[in-house]
Each structure stands twice: as C-alpha cells, then as structure tokens.
C-alpha cells in the first residue's frame, strides 16, 4: 500500500496485491512507489488547476459585475446631464435617455408620459438596433387587453415598479395582446422586462420601460435599482420643465399687461394735462389766483403720474425688445447743462446747490431723448437720495473715443452688499415709507446706456454719497436692437 502525497498531505492511496503467496520484488517495489509519486503530482495539478479556474472565474465575474456598475453609473450621470441641461425640452431629453439606455444598459427602452385626457402616450421608444425603435413603441405602448400581462400598464395602475427578470415562452404567451403583437414581441425577443413609474407627489407622471433581449444580458436587481433612480429624477425634470413653463407664461402675462396697462394709462393722462392747460387759461380774476395753486399742484402729480407710466411702458418695450435708438449729432456738455437747468427747480426744492463742470463741446452720435433720460433719472436721484448737500455733475473726453459723465452727491449712499443688484427691474435699496419710487430708474439707465455701447457704473459708501458714472463711445450704430 502506497500513500499519494499531495503538498506533505496523504490524499489517498494506492493499493496492489498479489491473490496468492506471491511477494513484490524490490524491483517491483521501486516501480509502484515512483507510480503512486506520479499519481500524487497529477492529483496536485488536478487540484491546481481547479482553484486557478474557481479564481479566475470569480475573477471574470467581479469584472463583468464592475462593468456593469460602471454601465450604469454612466448611464445615470448621462441622464442627470442632458436632465438638467435641456429643462426647456424634456421631451427630446426622453428621446436622448432612451437612446443612451438601449446603448448601454438595455437592448431597448420605452417613456411614456400620461396625457391630458389620461391616456399613456409613449414619448421615446428606442432599441440597439434603430431601425426597431417603432417595433419597441408598438410593441410595448399598446392598449392593456384584459386578462394579459401588460408590465407598463400595471406599473400605470399600480405606481410600482414591475419587474420579469426571465421572460420565458409562457410569460411571452401571457403578456400578447394579440396576433399582430405576437408577432412583433417575437421579434423584439424579450427576455428581461422592468418598467418603473415616474412619480411625483402622489401621482404617476409616466413609465420608463426596459427590456432586454440575448445576446445582451438579462436585467437583474442592480437594474431595478438604477431604472428607480432615473425615474426620480425624471420625475424631477418634469416638475422643474413645468415650473418654467408657467413661469415663462407669467412672464409673458406680466409684459403683456404692462404693455396694455401703460398704454391705457397714457391716454387719460394725457387728457388730464389738456384739461389743465384749458382750466389754466380760463380760469381769471379773482377765480383764477386762488385755483391756481392747486392747478399747480395737480399739474406736479399729473407729470409725475406721466413719469411713472412712461418708466413702465420703457420696461414694456425693454422685454419686448421692442425699443430702438434714433442717434443724431448731440453735444453731450450742452445735453447736461440744459438737463440741470430743466430741473433747477427740483434741486432747489431739494435744497441741493449744484455745480456743473464741462471742459468745453463733447460732441457725438447719441439718441438725445433717451441721454436726456439717463441724465434725468441721475439728477434726480442725486437730489432724491442727496437733499441738503451739494451735487456735483462732471463731462468730459475719455480718451478720443469715449465720453463720461459722472454725477457726485453727498446724501445717504448706498450700502456694498446692495450695489450688484441696484441696476435690475424693480431693485430698490431703501425703504417705501421714507423714499417713493418704483425701483425702474437705474434699470432703464442701464439699458439705455448698454444699447449705447456704453457702462454705467456707481461708487458709493454709505451715509457719505454716490457717483454715478457712464461711459459712452461717441458714436452709437443706428437703432440698435433693444
Ligand atoms: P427709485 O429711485 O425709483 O427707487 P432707481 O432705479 O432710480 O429707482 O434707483 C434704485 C435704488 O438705488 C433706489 O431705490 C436707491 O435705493 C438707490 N439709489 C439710486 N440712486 C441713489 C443715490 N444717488 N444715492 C443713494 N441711493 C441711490
């Protein structure tokens, strides 16, 4: 009997005998005994060679489970990104994450989207092969017959994922819903099926179906996983799509009504001002000093009604891109004196001495009503937000090109943090009860002077002043789009 010595452990042995009073010669001996060293060395091998395939198979499996992991996280940040990106065309974004789907983690994929009228409609249908995209959405979209199976519409139904991870010739048979759809279910050869709702407070907003045929791999739990978190996140995209959407429609609600409201405002305003100058020229005599005052008064509220609807019907045309520039010579030192002349009176009331330096002509190309509007809207925030100290309004060249005004007052200032957002729609830095206004001002400025070619820019520490600043080339191409 000899033993089978495998790494200094006896695995077995082999065993001879003779039926008879026979004895093994030392010969004989040696032979068995190298024998049972060979037997011993293949046994080894054996057992070699079978822990080398049992590694390099788990080995082979770990890396096929890795690429798999790495399909789908490809798969979920290619969504995430073309989610994101494309708000205002989710539907195309459907078309996209089917296709990368049937790419990469499946053979095909459907999205449906309930309708208005309730009924499922498929959006995207995509398989590997594309010319079968319509196979997919015929196959997969159709009306539920009752009494089969029919994953997607259940998973309508029910808001639950559903999933067949082995579609065999029995499932195939239950999910027909006739000959016609038998037909192309064999030819799509599913073998694997998930479909998971897209959901979103409570209510099912669509399906995304999955499926897959050989020689692509069947579906499995990591899959179920993965569908579950693009519909999430699909579900978010529709939400925020319509969130933009009624928020673009309230946009377009409130332009429109500016447009209308400051239209129809004019036109009474500017009877108002009619009547005034007719009552100012009959009111006589004794009559007429005591109306006058409040004529006066009524004719101040009236200009600064008018003001107000202009400054709305400007931010109209603005979001309507409906303004243009009509430049013509204008001398831009001349512009700003007759501009602090026009409003002596308000900078008087204000109790703000002012002093203008020119260095002489700055002539230029510039739509002179719409400068006189940046002058204005400067000044008379200077006496606004500077009464009772002096004001300082300075022209002159900045280089050969370029021309600046800048307008310094001494009065309340404005605080760092407010600065960035003082030239948008509606942006104010003080408070209603102390400062009227509608916060329009320094925006229209702004997109006057942009339209310009120019920049408006303000330099300001709180409770010691502010300089406004614009620079403008000296030539502005002809009405350049607003
Ligand atoms: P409005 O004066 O009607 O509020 P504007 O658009 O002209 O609108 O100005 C926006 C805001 O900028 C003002 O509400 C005010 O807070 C601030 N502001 C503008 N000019 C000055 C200034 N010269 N000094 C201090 N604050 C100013």
């Not at 996209?96 to 049937?102: D, M, S």
């Not at 406004?468 to 502005?476: A, C, G, K, N, Q």
């Amino acid at each position: 009997m000899l033993p089978l010595k495998v790494e200094h452990r006896i695995r077995g042995f082999l065993l001879f005998a003779w039926d008879g009073p026979q004895v093994f010669l030392a010969e004989e001996r040696g032979f068995l005994s190298s024998l049972a060293q060979q037997c011993a060395q293949a046994l080894e091998r054996a057992a070699l060679y079978e822990a080398l395939r049992e590694r390099g198979g788990k080995l082979h499996l770990a890396l096929e489970a890795g690429k798999e992991a790495e399909e789908r996280l490809f798969f979920l940040l290619e969504a995430s990104r073309a989610l994101a990106e494309h708000l205002d065309d989710v539907e195309w974004t459907l078309e996209h994450l089917a296709r990368v789907a049937a790419r990469n983690v499946a053979t095909y994929c459907l999205v449906e989207l309930m309708g208005a009228d309730g009924v499922p409609r498929g959006v995207a249908a995509s398989h590997r092969e594309p010319e079968r995209d319509g196979a997919v959405l015929a196959s997969l979209s159709l009306p539920w017959v009752e009494g089969t199976l029919h994953p997607a519409r259940e998973c309508f139904l029910s808001g639950e994922t559903r999933f067949l991870p082995e579609v065999g010739p029995e499932l195939r048979e239950r999910m027909c819903q006739g000959p016609e759809h038998r037909a192309l279910l064999e030819a799509l050869n599913p073998h694997s099926l998930l479909a998971v709702a897209v959901r979103m407070r409570g209510r099912t907003l669509g399906v995304i179906t999955l499926g897959t045929a050989a020689p692509c791999r069947r579906l499995v739990p990591a899959d179920v996983a993965m569908a579950e978190e693009l519909a999430r996140r699909v579900a978010v995209a529709l939400e925020n799509a319509s969130l933009y959407r009624d928020a673009q429609a309230a946009v377009r609600l409130r332009d429109e009504f500016l447009s209308v409201a400051s239209h129809e405002l004019k036109t009474p305003l500017t009877s108002l001002k009619l009547q005034h100058g007719l009552i100012d020229r009959a009111a006589l005599g004794a009559v007429g000093d005591k109306v006058r005052p409040r004529l006066a008064t009524a004719v101040r509220q009236v200009q600064r009604l008018s003001a107000l609807v202009d400054s709305l019907l400007d931010v109209s045309r603005i979001s309507l891109g409906r303004l243009t520039l009509e430049p013509s010579d204008v001398d831009l030192g001349q512009a700003v004196r007759d501009a602090v002349d026009r409003m002596e009176e308000v900078f008087s009331l204000a109790g703000c001495p002012v002093r203008v330096e020119v260095p002489g002509p700055l002539p230029g190309r510039w739509d002179s009503l719409r400068l006189d509007q940046v002058l204005v809207n400067l000044l008379t925030n200077a006496a606004k937000y500077g009464a009772g100290r002096p004001v300082l309004v300075e022209a002159a060249f900045e280089g050969e090109e370029m021309v600046r005004v800048s307008v310094r007052d001494e009065g309340i200032g404005i605080a760092a943090e407010d600065l960035p957002r003082l030239f948008g729609r509606f942006e104010r830095a003080v408070s209603d009860r102390h400062y009227g206004g509608l916060g329009l001002g320094l925006y229209i400025s702004r997109q006057i002077v942009d339209a310009m070619g120019g920049r408006i820019e303000v330099e300001s520490r709180p409770g010691l002043g502010s300089i406004f600043t614009v620079r403008l080339p000296r030539s502005t191409a002809q009405c350049a789009p607003w």
